[in-house]
Structure formats: C-alpha cells, structure tokens
C-alpha cells in the first residue's frame, strides 16, 4: 500500500513536472537511511513530500522536520504525509528554507541528517549554516550535485542554466577541497553528496 501511494506520487510528481528525486537517487537515499537509521533528519525542498515519505519509511523512528517554499507543493505534501500515516513524525515548515534554517538554528535544533534538495543555486550560501546544525558524526546529503552531467562537463551551457550550473560548479568544488570536510559525490540519480565534518 505504501509503495502503491509511493509509485503514484513518482508518476504524479513526473506528469506535472514536478522535479523529484530521479530513480537512481531515491534507490540510494532509501538504502542509506535504512543502513544508518538516523532519527532526526531536515530537508530543504519538501515538494509534494515524496522524498520525505521515503526517508520515514525507511528509519521508522525519525522525525522529519521540512521546509517548502510554494504553497501547492507544501499543501501536497501535508496530504501525502496524511495519507502515509507519517503526519505525527513530520513537521512541515512553509516559508523561505534560507529564513527557516536560521530559525531553526537560533533555536538550537540539531539533526543527524540534512537533506538539501531546494534552490540549487544557493547551496553555497545554504550548506555553511547547514554543517553547524549537524549532530557529531551527522550527514549533509546533497541532491543534483552533477546536475544532468552539467557540472563536470567542460561543454558550454545555455544561458538559462549558466548561473546555476556554475554555481554548482563551485560549490561542489569547495566541498571537495575544503580540508575540515568528508565528501563522497555519488553518480547516482542527478549526483548525490554525502558530507561530512571531520
Ligand atoms: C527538487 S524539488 C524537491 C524534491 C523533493 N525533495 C523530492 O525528491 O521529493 C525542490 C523543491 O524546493 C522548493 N524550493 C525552491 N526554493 C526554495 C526555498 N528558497 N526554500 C524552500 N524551498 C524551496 C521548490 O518549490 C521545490 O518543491
């Protein structure tokens, strides 16, 4: 039954152009959290909380705290969670992710997993204020990293996606040199990042 509402939401999210996480991606992100049962977990970019769905599947004693920025999407997902019977272990959080993670932090809340799948452009500014609400040993998991093959291509791209891919392009740069962090990028789905602080 879960899977059903799960393959339903993927064909729903896929037909009206809804960007959820692709194939590979989800595959990796289910197993992951299963291996690690992590119990606290934020994501950046509910959208309409299949991604979210899967992480509580996935570590039946997490709490999921998650930030939407489009009203549809959030309203969306507060019916998925219905639906999953996941609403007591979520918290859904409409706004801007760049604001809520401030408050979030101000409050002193801290998570063993981030997930980071909204704005792609302002991962830069996102993940410094991300990595100090890490639990020791926590995780910030990146989605779209490699962005189609974009960003560790040398091939031009069309002026639409430049800023971000380029953006991109630096962040990840910076979360592979930086020598007080962990990062393993995985080709899998759109790039996945698993990072870490030392
Ligand atoms: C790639 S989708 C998330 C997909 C979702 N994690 C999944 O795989 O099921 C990115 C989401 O981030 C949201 N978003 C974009 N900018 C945002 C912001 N500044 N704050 C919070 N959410 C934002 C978008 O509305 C969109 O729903």
Do not use: W
Not at 23 to 45: R, S, W
Not at 160 to 166: T, W
């Amino acid at each position: 039954m879960e899977d059903d509402i799960l393959q339903h939401l993927e064909e729903f999210a896929r037909s009206n152009y809804i960007p959820v996480m692709l194939d590979g991606g989800t595959e990796f992100l289910a197993k992951f959290v299963k291996e690690k049962q992590f119990q606290n977990i934020l994501e950046v970019g509910t959208a309409i909380g299949y991604s979210g769905s899967i992480m509580l599947l996935s570590s039946k004693k997490a709490h999921l705290d998650t930030i939407e920025i489009d009203e549809k999407s959030f309203l969306m997902a507060k019916e998925t969670f219905q639906k999953m019977h996941l609403t007591e272990r979520v918290n859904q959080f409409l706004g801007d992710g760049f604001y809520v993670i401030q408050e979030l932090k101000n409050q002193n809340k801290k998570y063993d997993l981030i997930f980071l799948d909204g704005p792609k452009g302002q991962y830069l500014r996102y993940y410094p204020i991300l990595l100090q609400m890490l639990s020791p040993g926590g995780c910030l998991l990146v989605d779209n990293v490699l962005f189609h093959g974009l960003v560790r291509s040398t091939v031009d791209v069309g002026h639409k996606k430049r800023a971000m891919v380029n953006k991109l392009r630096q962040f990840v740069n910076e979360i592979e040199t930086r020598e007080d962090l962990i990062t393993t990028i995985h080709e899998v789905g759109d790039g996945v990042a698993e990072i870490y602080v030392k």
